[in-house]
Nanobody, 121 residues
Framework: QVQVMESGGELVQAGGSLRLSCAAS????????MGWYRQAPGKQRELVAI???????NYGDSVKGRFTISRDNAKNTVYLQMNSLKPEDTAVYYC???????????????WGQGTQVTVSS
């Protein structure tokens, strides 16, 4: 199994900034892609930022230019820097991880429990 743990969500005022972190661990796995999704109340889960197979980043239209994803490969940790936050950014933010079981050509998907981000107007 791979453990996925998000942190950094909190209440912030509109226009402010926040940085989320997500650490993945699993001794029998190699961590591949790590990205972020979010889900607001009453809405479907939507893409925030995920890496593509050609090493670019796919950002959701609503966060382009404001959010930046980065990764520390040595720590298997991914970050989401969120700037110019808006009330509509309020959501539970989920870390998405793809990992390969060592010695097996199979990729598995894992999700964290989520971290709440609330942006007040």
């Amino acid at each position: 199994q791979v453990q996925v743990m998000e942190s950094g969500g909190e209440l912030v005022q509109a226009g402010g900034s926040l940085r989320l972190s997500c650490a993945a661990s699993g001794s029998m796995f190699s961590i591949n892609a790590m990205g972020w999704y979010r889900q607001a109340p009453g809405k479907q889960r939507e893409l925030v930022a995920i890496p593509t197979r050609d090493d670019t980043i796919n950002y959701g239209d609503s966060v382009k230019g404001r959010f930046t994803i980065s990764r520390d490969n040595a720590k298997n940790t991914v970050y989401l820097q969120m700037n110019s936050l808006k009330p509509e950014d309020t959501a539970v933010y989920y870390c998405n991880v793809w990992a390969i079981r060592k010695g097996l050509p199979v990729e598995y998907e894992y999700w964290g429990q989520g971290t709440q981000v609330t942006v007040s107007s």
